[in-house]
């Protein structure tokens, strides 16, 4: 058993040797690539929730704390996360999501709702998390923000 399990062990060795020898130069420099280099001093996103999907929610909620630990941009990032629509569930007082909001906000993130999905799904901001600010539109901040040079990221 000890000889077949050595015998494998090589066999591997020698097939990762083998395929190393084929890879092409196209291969060996995508393999280089480390990604883009972040020069600049200040980068700024606005993340997009407009649905109350968990599995789009949570994507987004990990997409924001992905970024939050990207070497390249901590120090240098600015992030918005703007709700509406379905996304407005998020926001609600009875939200299975509240630790995930005082977490990112407790990280720098700047979290806000829109009034309009309040007055559209007859809520009100008694309904909404107190630690929750509002903007008119969801879409107008969103539109604000990219003439600002932001960048929209809707998950």
């Known amino acids: 058993m000890k ?3 050595i015998a494998l062990f090589l066999l591997g060795l020698g097939w990762q040797f083998a395929i190393g020898q084929e890879v092409s130069p196209e ?3 995508n393999l280089q690539f480390k990604g883009a280099e972040a020069t600049k001093t200040e980068y700024n996103a606005i993340f997009q929730l407009d649905t109350n999907n968990p599995e789009i929610v949570k994507k987004t909620f990990r997409n924001i704390r992905n970024v939050l630990t990207d070497k390249r941009l901590i120090g240098k990032l600015t992030i918005e996360l703007v709700t ?3 996304g407005t569930d998020v926001m609600l ?3 299975p999501y509240i630790d995930d909001l005082k977490d990112m906000i407790s990280k ?3 979290v806000a709702q829109c009034e309009n999905s309040l007055r559209e ?7 909404i998390l107190g630690f929750i600010p509002y903007v008119p539109s969801g879409n107008g ?3 604000i923000r990219a003439s600002q040079g932001w960048v929209v990221i809707k998950p």
């Not at 799904?121 to 309904?127: G, P």
């Open 121 to 127: 799904r007859n809520l009100t901001k008694e309904d």
């Open 3 to 5: 000889k077949l399990l």
């Open 84 to 86: 509406f629509s379905g």
């Open 141 to 143: 901040e969103l539109i």
């Open 93 to 95: 007082k009875s939200s």
């Open 27 to 29: 291969l060996q420099k």
């Open 108 to 110: 720098g993130v700047q």
